[in-house]
C-alpha cells in the first residue's frame, strides 16, 4: 500500500486563492490573495503536493493562471499537479514548462478521450492524474455543469486500461460542504479495481475523515475547504504525517 497522501488544493480565480461550494462561482469565498504564501505554509509542516486548479481556465476552456503555477513552481519544492482548462496539447506542454509536474484532466478525457489516449502514450501515463467527477455514479463533466450517461465504474476501468494507475474521484453532492466524504463511493471503486490507486475528493471536515479515507485504501485526499475553514489546522497535517 502506497503511502497516504494529504493533497491540500490551491483553487484559483483572478491569481487569488479561492473556494467554491459544489462548483459554484456565485458561491466564492477568496481566502488569500497570494497563493505563494498560502503553498509556502503547506510546506513548511511537511507537505509534499500540492492540487493547483485554475478555475478561470476552467470557465473559459484555456489556461489563464500559468503565472501562479510558474510562481509556486519556482519557489517552492512541491510537487504540483495542475488542472483546469487543458484542452490542447500547446496548452499542455506550456502547464508542464511552467513546472508542473502532473496535468489534471478531467473533461477531455470524456469528450475528446482519444486526444488524452495520445497523451498518456507520447508522456506516459504517471504525468496525468485524471479526475473522475461523479453525480449519482454518473461522470459529470464541463465544471459540473453536464451529467454524462457513462458510469463512473466504466469510466475509470477504460483510462486504467490505457495505463492510468491514480484517479480522483469528487462526489459532486458532497463538494464544500464539509459533511464527510463520499465513503462508499471510494470503497466500492477500490473493491473493484485493486491497483487503482485512488485520490479522494470533496467532503473532507476533519482528521477522522482522513483517518478513515486511509484505512479503507485509498492512496490520498485532496483537502480544501476543511483547511480554509480551519476544521483541520496546519497542525493537524503535520501530526497526521
Given at each position: 500500500?502506497?503511502?497516504?497522501?494529504?493533497?491540500?488544493?490551491?483553487?484559483?480565480?483572478?491569481?487569488?486563492?479561492?473556494?467554491?461550494?459544489?462548483?459554484?462561482?456565485?458561491?466564492?469565498?477568496?481566502?488569500?490573495?497570494?497563493?505563494?504564501?498560502?503553498?509556502?505554509?503547506?510546506?513548511?509542516?511537511?507537505?509534499?503536493?500540492?492540487?493547483?486548479?485554475?478555475?478561470?481556465?476552467?470557465?473559459?476552456?484555456?489556461?489563464?493562471?500559468?503565472?501562479?503555477?510558474?510562481?509556486?513552481?519556482?519557489?517552492?519544492?512541491?510537487?504540483?499537479?495542475?488542472?483546469?482548462?487543458?484542452?490542447?496539447?500547446?496548452?499542455?506542454?506550456?502547464?508542464?514548462?511552467?513546472?508542473?509536474?502532473?496535468?489534471?484532466?478531467?473533461?477531455?478525457?470524456?469528450?475528446?478521450?482519444?486526444?488524452?489516449?495520445?497523451?498518456?502514450?507520447?508522456?506516459?501515463?504517471?504525468?496525468?492524474?485524471?479526475?473522475?467527477?461523479?453525480?449519482?455514479?454518473?461522470?459529470?463533466?464541463?465544471?459540473?455543469?453536464?451529467?454524462?450517461?457513462?458510469?463512473?465504474?466504466?469510466?475509470?476501468?477504460?483510462?486504467?486500461?490505457?495505463?492510468?494507475?491514480?484517479?480522483?474521484?469528487?462526489?459532486?453532492?458532497?463538494?464544500?460542504?464539509?459533511?464527510?466524504?463520499?465513503?462508499?463511493?471510494?470503497?466500492?471503486?477500490?473493491m473493484q479495481n485493486n491497483s487503482l490507486q485512488l485520490i479522494a475528493s470533496?467532503?473532507?471536515?476533519?482528521?477522522?475523515?482522513?483517518?478513515?479515507?486511509?484505512?479503507?485504501?485509498?492512496?490520498?485526499?485532496?483537502?480544501?475547504?476543511?483547511?480554509?475553514?480551519?476544521?483541520?489546522?496546519?497542525?493537524?497535517?503535520?501530526?497526521?504525517?
Amino acid at each position: 500500500m502506497n503511502q497516504f497522501q494529504i493533497i491540500p488544493a490551491i483553487d484559483i480565480i483572478d491569481g487569488k486563492c479561492v473556494r467554491l461550494t459544489q462548483g459554484d462561482y456565485s458561491k466564492k469565498t477568496v481566502y488569500n490573495d497570494d497563493p505563494l504564501e498560502v503553498a509556502k505554509q503547506f510546506e513548511d509542516v511537511g507537505i509534499e503536493r500540492l492540487h493547483l486548479v485554475d478555475l478561470d481556465g476552467a470557465k473559459q476552456g484555456t489556461v489563464i493562471n500559468y503565472q501562479v503555477l510558474e510562481s509556486l513552481a519556482s519557489n517552492t519544492k512541491l510537487t504540483i499537479d495542475f488542472g483546469g482548462g487543458i484542452k490542447t496539447e500547446e496548452d499542455l506542454s506550456k502547464v508542464f514548462n511552467e513546472g508542473a509536474s502532473i496535468a489534471t484532466i478531467g473533461s477531455l478525457a470524456v469528450k475528446n478521450k482519444s486526444l488524452f489516449f495520445s497523451w498518456i502514450q507520447k508522456y506516459g501515463a504517471d504525468k496525468f492524474l485524471l479526475g473522475a467527477d461523479v453525480k449519482e455514479e454518473q461522470i459529470a463533466i464541463g465544471g459540473w455543469l453536464e451529467t454524462t450517461n457513462i458510469s463512473v465504474f466504466d469510466f475509470v476501468k477504460e483510462n486504467m486500461n490505457q495505463g492510468i494507475k491514480t484517479i480522483f474521484c469528487t462526489d459532486i453532492s458532497k463538494d464544500g460542504l464539509l459533511k464527510g466524504p463520499s465513503v462508499e463511493l471510494y470503497e466500492k471503486l477500490i473493491m473493484q479495481n485493486n491497483s487503482l490507486q485512488l485520490i479522494a475528493s470533496g467532503g473532507v471536515s476533519c482528521v477522522d475523515d482522513l483517518y478513515a479515507l486511509k484505512d479503507m485504501g485509498c492512496s490520498g485526499a485532496i483537502v480544501g475547504k476543511a483547511i480554509y475553514e480551519e476544521k483541520i489546522t496546519l497542525n493537524d497535517l503535520k501530526q497526521f504525517m
